[in-house]
């Protein structure tokens, strides 16, 4: 006659976590808003690449020397004309938008031609640029550091959101059908709670990392290897944060949801953990630029994985900077893990009454 062996801590953890996964994969939602979802990154980054390939260039004619000239400056098409007859033939027609002939006595040693009018595109490109020193140099294009803060605050954003908002549906559900105390009967408190955020940040860590995958590939296909080696560092330490930031965040939507056993009073018990995953994400896209805001983002624990990487791409952050938030990252998401099991643990088997959070803390 065999004896039945109650499973221990981590194998139980982890049968809850398989659980949770088995779950999410067989779910046509959930499979087909992430194949959304990544389409909608790469299609961005492709289209991003082709089309700063596809700006058309100013066509111009030149005759003899002139050649040299327009096709050193490399932002001009250039058509190579016998003389400057068959140049202005080409200008006349419309077929390009300025002949460019040798001429010793005029600056740069040709002359622009133009049909009615001068050619401001041709003469911006041949223009002379004087010496220019920034006192103060930002190191990155206004516009570009936006994105990149769009990005890393969207990405984290929608992430911590949909995989906490199921975690906190599926504890309510359990507790409100009653499932959880069969489920209690098989293996301990601790490894409900742990299986479902484990499962739940394996999920989130794996779109997260395909996400970043798919960015690199993007900007390889479409010829931004100078792009992908500027914001590289920055995506690979974005990922290690969002690990440890969704697993904070998930133990506080684990431990909230469990203070209530109505699905419809999921929303106003997660709110204060949903406002924790709203403000990075405003901070950063309206304060991408400021080094003060920046710098207390990156050190505190549920902003840290947008603040820190967005440092990081600025070349802001010190090598020792990241180590150091990561190590307080790690902490805190240990000590909420803690306070968070307590939470759920003590208010589990409560039905009715919304537990209160001195109750759900000492039981």
Do not use: C, H
Not at 249 to 263: D, G, H, Q
Request: charged content about 15%; hydrophobic content about 55%; aromatic content about 8%.
């Amino acid at each position: 006659m065999s004896r039945y062996t109650s499973p221990g801590l981590a194998q139980a953890t982890w049968l809850i976590a398989e659980r949770e996964i088995r779950m999410r994969l067989r779910s046509k939602a959930f499979l087909i808003s992430t194949g959304i979802l990544l389409l909608m990154v790469l299609a961005s980054v492709l289209f991003g690449g082709f089309a700063s390939q596809n700006v058309d260039l100013p066509k111009v004619a030149a005759v003899g020397s002139a050649v040299a000239v327009a096709e050193d400056t490399g932002a001009l098409e250039v058509t190579e004309a016998a003389t400057v007859e068959e140049a202005e033939e080409l200008v006349r027609s419309e077929e390009v938008e300025a002949a460019l002939v040798p001429d010793p006595d005029a600056p740069l040693e040709l002359t622009v031609i133009g049909l009615d009018e001068a050619p401001t595109s041709v003469l911006a490109v041949l223009s002379v640029t004087p010496g220019i020193e920034v006192l103060e140099p930002s190191g990155q294009n206004p516009f570009l550091i936006y994105l990149v803060a769009l990005g890393f605050g969207l990405v984290f954003f929608v992430s911590a959101l949909t995989f906490g908002s199921i975690i906190a549906q599926s504890v309510v559900e359990e507790k409100q059908t009653r499932i959880v105390e069969i489920l209690m009967a098989t293996v301990p408190v601790r490894a409900l709670m742990a299986g479902k955020v484990l499962g739940n940040s394996i999920l989130a860590f794996g779109q997260i990392a395909l996400i970043a995958v798919l960015a690199g590939v993007g900007m390889l296909a479409s010829g931004q290897d100078l792009l992908l080696a500027d914001i590289g560092p920055s995506l690979v330490w974005f990922v290690v944060f969002f690990l440890f930031g969704f697993v904070l965040l998930a133990a506080l939507f684990a431990a909230t949801a469990a203070l209530v056993s109505r699905v419809e009073d999921v929303g106003s018990v997660t709110s204060p953990v949903t406002m924790l995953v709203m403000i990075p994400y405003f901070l950063v896209i309206f304060f991408n630029d400021n080094p003060v805001v920046l710098g207390v983002m990156s050190y505190v624990p549920f902003s840290a994985p947008v603040g820190m990487p967005m440092r990081v791409f600025l070349g802001t952050a010190e090598w020792w900077e990241p180590l150091l938030s990561l190590g307080i990252l790690v902490a805190t998401t240990a000590l909420v893990v803690w306070i968070g099991e307590r939470m759920y643990r003590n208010s589990l088997l409560r039905t009715g009454a919304r537990v209160t959070l001195k109750e759900a803390l000492v039981g």
